[in-house]
Structures are given as C-alpha cells and as structure tokens.
C-alpha cells in the first residue's frame, strides 16, 4: 500500500500511548498553523480506551481542546443514546469529561430517517468546512475482523463511490443501518491513522496489508490519503500474520 507507515508496538498499554502522542502532536501542530484542529473520529471497542486515556490527568492539559472540532467517521442507526452509539461512546468516554464544548461535536442525527442522516451530516461537513473542501486533519479508523472500515462493509454497492460523500448503508448481516463516509470522503484527509491491537484481527491486517488487491473483500484497502499518509498503529498480536517490511518498534 502506498504511502503507508506501520508501526508495531510490543502491547497494547504502549500502543495506545503512542497513538495518543502521535494525536497530540497532530493536533498541536494543527493548532499552531490554523488555530483549530478537526478530528474524525472511530467508533467499535478498539478506540475505548483510547479515548479514556486523552481524558486522563496525563494527557487532558496536553491539548487546547477547546480548538478541537469531532466528527464521526461513521454511526450506528441507533438512538442517540442507545449504548451502541458510537457518538454517545465518545462522548462518556472523552468529549465529556475533557469538556468539549458541544458546538464542537458534530453528531451524526439518527432521529433522521437514515437518507435524511447522511444528507444532513454531509451538509454539516460542507458547513464547517466551507469552501475549502471536506479535508479532515485526522481521522482515526478501525478495522474490523472482515476486512471493513469506517462502515464500508465487504460487498456493498457503495465501495465503488468515485465521488466524496456521507452514505447510509444497509448491513445485511447485521440486518442494521449504517451511516459513513465513502472511501472518496476519507481519503481526502490529510492524516489517516488505523488503531488496530488484537491477535482476532491478524488475519484481517495481514489481508488488508498483504500484496493481494481485492476491494470488494476487504474494503479497508481503498484508503488511501490522497494529501498525506495512512498510518497503521497496531500491536504485536494484530501484527503477527504480517508479512511485510514493517517498521517495526520494539
Ligand atoms: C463501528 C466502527 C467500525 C469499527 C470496526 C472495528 O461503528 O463499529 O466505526 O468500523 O472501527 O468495526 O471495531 P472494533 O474495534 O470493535 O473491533
């Protein structure tokens, strides 16, 4: 995969905190330049304790956070506060306890049927970003164990978008709605990063990572940043069917 740098950290506890620095200076650097930061982020279990960690004593002084915007690489449609909401996930977790201000938290509105969803978060996002184009500074992403990520599931009818837009998705296995940003969307950010830890997604990694390009099968293949690089943060484990040059730390 082009442009991407894998990075694999001996546990889990020095993964996290390696993401959570690498978020800082991100953010930091973001906020030296233009003064604000906008940041896409994951849901699913991987991100948990993530997020705990940016809202604890040793991180929360670390960041203006007050000049961060959060968005959402995707949602469940469930209610806003189903425990299955990424966004109320995010919100107990981190945004809360950091005290975002909530004009900083762009939600995904699942009161909406789940067109209207995507619709009104696409013009949510062409509303911040203005005329400069929907280009995040971060986003973070998950994988799932079948290669998906964001809510770009294997075999959907929207793996194939060439242009940049917020979808709904039906899942069939999941027999749920989904809400996401396409592949075109995301990859327009300057910085995407994977956090990735686990010995279940293995297999997935080394798929996703390996030499083989089937996108239909695994569609986290079709990110690409087309301004910066895709970063791959991912533990021993998760690493262990790899077999690529990886820059590996130990
Ligand atoms: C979601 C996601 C999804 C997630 C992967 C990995 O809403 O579930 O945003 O893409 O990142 O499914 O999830 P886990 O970390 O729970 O394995």
Redesign the pocket.
């Known amino acids: 995969m082009e442009k991407s740098v894998i990075r694999v950290f001996e546990n889990e506890n020095v993964l996290l905190e390696s993401f959570a620095t690498f978020l800082i200076r991100s953010a930091n650097e973001a906020i030296e330049e233009k003064d604000s930061f906008n940041l896409c982020l ?5 991100p948990k304790k993530l997020y705990s960690l940016l809202a604890s004593e040793t991180y929360r002084n670390l960041i203006p956070w007050y000049k961060v915007h959060f968005f959402f ?2 949602e ?1 449609y469930v209610a806003a506060d189903s425990l299955e909401s ?1 966004a109320l996930m995010a919100k107990t977790l981190m945004l809360q306890p950091l005290g975002i201000p909530l004009e900083n938290i762009h939600v995904i509105d699942t009161s909406l049927s789940p067109q209207q969803a995507a619709n009104a978060y696409q013009k949510e996002l062409e509303k911040y970003f203005q005329r400069s184009g929907i280009e995040f500074d971060l986003i973070l ?4 164990g079948d290669g ?4 770009l599931f294997p075999f959907s009818s929207i793996l194939s978008d060439e242009q940049p837009a917020v979808k709904m998705d039906f899942i069939k296995k999941m027999s749920a709605f989904r809400i996401t940003l396409n592949a075109p969307l995301i990859n327009q950010a300057h910085q995407i990063a994977f956090l990735v830890y686990g010995q279940s997604k293995a297999e997935a990694v080394s798929y996703v990572l390996g030499k083989d390009v089937n996108i239909e099968k695994f569609p986290a293949q079709l990110i690409h940043s087309s301004h910066g690089l895709v970063f791959w943060f991912l533990d021993r484990e998760a690493a262990s069917v790899l077999n690529n040059d990886i820059d590996s730390i130990p």
């Open positions: 994951s849901g699913g279990n991987s690489s995707d469940r990424n992403l998950g994988l799932g998906h990520t964001a809510s």
